[in-house]
């Protein structure tokens, strides 16, 4: 991993970014450690401990000039199982460290990498379309923030639904990802769904729906804003994936509308005291 200026974490392996929360965790871990409780000094016991070379995870840090800070091993869980084996590089004593750590360092580089599609407030989008190959939904949110369908038809829709799709949208981050960058092969070339948020600052995102996965209930999905085909769940699809009669606002009928009117009326009209005429 190699941080870049204004880039983030760069998983130099694969030329993917990393997931921030991970690394800040992994940095945070490494601030904690502590030589308070030292579990050896025989280096005839860093095979048991499995603090070596082969054994244990190497971990190296380097600061901006490429200077070695920190080189260490992590090795076996402790007795108790909430604590691990730490040596550092060229030392004889080893550490038991308080946690389970040795998960924190040790992830494939699949693990590593950042997961998030999209990650903004929901509250921005001021616009959204739903394009299928059978019907294209755009969905307005006016000025009171009020979700209205604009097209194919025009009036209310209801609001849970229209804010699921935003905040789904908006916080969108993957389960996984597809094995190449070819579209053609996940059919995000021709989409089955296309789904385009506006937002207030007039900007515009993106989101590509291909094929389904053969084994699993996820899919294909790509933003042009970056670079990996993702998979998502099929929840995550639905929920954002909605029909003209999903979004609707039912309008409500004409009984239930004056029961209504009559009933609010009763509630307001003002209680009238009854005089006492029995003698005092």
Same mark, same amino acid.
């Given at each position: 991993?190699?941080?870049?200026? #204004?880039? #983030?974490?760069?998983?130099?392996?694969?030329?993917?970014?990393?997931?921030?929360?991970?690394?800040?965790?992994?940095?945070?871990?490494?601030?904690?450690?502590?030589?308070?409780?030292?579990?050896?000094?025989?280096?005839?016991?860093?095979?048991?401990?499995?603090?070596?070379?082969? /054994?244990?995870?190497?971990?190296?840090?380097?600061?901006?000039?490429?200077?070695?800070?920190?080189?260490?091993?992590?090795?076996?869980?402790?007795?108790?199982?909430?604590?691990?084996?730490?040596?550092?590089?060229?030392?004889?004593?080893?550490?038991?460290?308080?946690?389970?750590?040795?998960?924190?360092?040790?992830?494939?580089?699949?693990?590593?990498?950042?997961?998030?599609?999209?990650?903004?407030?929901?509250?921005?989008?001021?616009?959204?379309?739903?394009?299928?190959?059978?019907?294209?939904?755009?969905?307005?949110?006016?000025?009171?923030?009020?979700?209205?369908?604009?097209?194919?038809?025009?009036?209310?829709?209801? /609001?849970?639904?229209?804010?699921?799709?935003?905040?789904?949208?908006?916080?969108?981050?993957?389960?996984?990802?597809?094995?190449?960058?070819?579209?053609?092969?996940?059919?995000?070339?021709?989409?089955?769904?296309?789904?385009?948020?506006?937002?207030?600052?007039?900007?515009?995102?993106?989101?590509?729906?291909?094929?389904?996965?053969?084994?699993?209930?996820?899919?294909?999905?790509?933003?042009?804003?970056?670079?990996?085909?993702?998979?998502? #769940?099929?929840?995550?699809?639905?929920?954002?994936?909605?029909?003209?009669?999903?979004?609707?606002?039912?309008?409500? /009928?004409?009984?239930?509308?004056?029961?209504?009117?009559?009933?609010?009326?009763?509630?307001?009209?003002?209680?009238?005291?009854?005089?006492?005429?029995?003698?005092?």
């Amino acid at each position: 991993l190699e941080k870049k200026e #204004g880039a #983030g974490i760069l998983g130099t392996t694969d030329g993917f970014f990393a997931d921030p929360s991970l690394v800040d965790t992994t940095l945070t871990t490494i601030e904690n450690f502590s030589r308070e409780n030292i579990a050896s000094k025989n280096p005839k016991n860093h095979e048991l401990f499995e603090v070596t070379p082969g /054994k244990g995870v190497e971990v190296t840090l380097f600061d901006h000039t490429q200077n070695n800070v920190a080189h260490f091993y992590l090795g076996k869980t402790g007795p108790d199982f909430f604590s691990t084996y730490l040596r550092k590089e060229g030392a004889d004593e080893v550490i038991l460290a308080s946690g389970s750590i040795k998960s924190v360092f040790d992830k494939s580089v699949k693990n590593w990498r950042d997961k998030t599609i999209f990650d903004f407030p929901p509250a921005t989008i001021t616009q959204l379309i739903i394009k299928t190959p059978s019907q294209e939904i755009t969905l307005e949110k006016d000025d009171t923030g009020v979700w209205l369908m604009t097209t194919p038809e025009k009036g209310m829709v209801k /609001k849970e639904e229209a804010e699921a799709i935003a905040t789904t949208f908006a916080s969108l981050k993957a389960i996984d990802f597809a094995e190449d960058e070819k579209l053609e092969t996940y059919q995000l070339d021709t989409p089955e769904i296309t789904i385009n948020a506006i937002l207030d600052a007039k900007e515009e995102k993106q989101l590509l729906v291909g094929k389904k996965h053969e084994e699993k209930s996820q899919y294909y999905v790509k933003t042009p804003a970056k670079k990996p085909v993702f998979l998502i #769940g099929k929840y995550q699809v639905d929920t954002m994936n909605k029909t003209v009669q999903d979004l609707k606002e039912e309008e409500k /009928k004409e009984e239930e509308t004056k029961a209504e009117e009559e009933n609010s009326e009763s509630k307001n009209e003002a209680t009238v005291p009854v005089p006492n005429d029995s003698p005092s």
